[in-house]
């Protein structure tokens, strides 16, 4: 069972900054498509970014371009986020996600972490 885990999440003020980490586990080769979620309290789950780990192509939501940065370690399974300039609105339980099919950045395929919690305080 392949296990994705992330750390990093914390409670900091507006203009804050926090680096999220996401690891996986259990698994024996490279992920192409690695990705970060979000879910704010009572509202759906929403794309952030994703990164293509062959050539390290980034793709951003338009609600944190210029402000996030996604990034993957040197081995192939794990992930990174850094958050720059934190609004309260970016307050929500971020997820790691990954596509176990090498060339494919599916989310209807994606093995998904468990989530930590980032509050932005006003």
């Known amino acids: 069972q392949v296990h994705l885990q992330e750390s990093g999440g914390d409670s900091v003020q507006a203009g804050g900054s926090l680096r999220l980490s996401c690891a996986a586990s259990n698994y024996d080769s490279d992920f192409y498509c690695m990705a970060w979620y979000r879910q704010a309290p009572g509202k759906e789950r929403e794309y952030v970014a994703t990164i293509h780990l062959d050539d390290g192509s980034t793709f951003y939501a338009d609600s944190v371009k210029g402000r996030f940065t996604i990034s993957g370690g040197n081995a192939k399974t794990t992930l990174e986020l850094q958050m720059n300039s934190l609004k309260p609105e970016d307050t929500a339980v971020y997820y790691c996600?990954?596509?176990?099919?090498?060339?494919?950045?599916?989310?209807?395929?994606?093995?998904w972490g468990q989530g930590t919690q980032v509050t932005v305080s006003s």
């Open positions: 996600a990954a596509d176990p099919t090498w060339g494919s950045c599916d989310s209807g395929s994606f093995y």
